[in-house]
């Protein structure tokens, strides 16, 4: 069966800190991912979605960047974090247009 | 543009009741697809359910089932004998194609409804 793993799951960063949050997918191949951002009592926003190894799409300007290393790894980092970067960060993976399967997601604090 | 609509920020049912979550949706394309979630307390997104816009039935899935009228643009989400667990955030959700590639779509969230089930 496939599952998904999210790390870490909670992280707290100074401003301007830099920041990797990572995702991993098992029991798949060539998989869809997914980046999404929660803010507080809100529903998910897609930051980024990737459809192969190397290949990134953005869906919202901001000061973060994801990257697709293996074909079962995503990475979402940022160079410099902002207040506006706190949230309950998502990956998602998926093998078409249907269902998106979540992860355990990251809780991130910027102070 | 898609947008998907909750209008229930928050419920509160007795424990065994039927409870019926409300969602619209708006959307050009004739060919889309529904979705709703559940999140506990915990953070994780469970995926509860899929109707698609033309599925002739609606969608069951044990306990859950979504009440799909197209007319009226709304896939309202019934719970039927509530248990104590289901206390979460659901979320209604629309698929919507993204950047030209068949394969990839996005999840676009209504704001969600808050449901809490008294024992």
């Known amino acids: 069966s496939q599952t998904i793993h999210q790390w870490p799951a909670t992280l707290v960063q100074p401003v301007g800190s830099p920041l990797s949050l990572e995702c991993t997918v098992e029991g798949t191949s060539n998989p869809n991912l997914y980046w999404y951002r929660q803010a507080a009592g809100r529903g998910l926003q897609l930051l980024f979605y990737s459809v192969g190894i190397g290949q990134i799409s953005s869906e919202v300007p901001q000061n973060l960047s994801a990257s697709r290393p293996q074909d079962r790894q995503f990475i979402l980092s940022s160079k410099k974090l902002l207040l506006s970067d706190s949230g309950f960060y998502l990956c998602a993976w998926s093998l078409g247009q249907i269902e998106q399967y979540f992860g355990p997601g990251t809780r991130l604090t910027v102070t | 543009a898609q947008k998907i609509t909750q209008t229930q920020p928050g419920m509160f049912v007795q424990e065994k009741e039927a409870v019926t979550l409300d969602c619209t949706y708006d959307?050009?394309?004739?060919?889309?697809?529904l979705f709703w979630y559940k999140q506990p307390s915990s953070g994780e997104m469970i995926f509860l359910i899929y109707q698609g816009s033309y599925d002739q039935q609606n969608a069951t899935e044990g306990r859950y089932s979504l009440n799909f009228q197209k007319a009226r643009k709304s896939a309202n989400l019934v719970i039927s004998a509530s248990q104590l667990g289901d206390s979460a955030m659901y979320f209604c959700a629309m698929r919507d194609p993204v950047g030209g590639y068949s394969s990839a779509s996005k999840i676009i969230f209504g704001s969600g409804t808050r449901l809490s089930i008294r024992p």
């Open positions: 959307t050009s394309d004739p060919s889309y697809g």
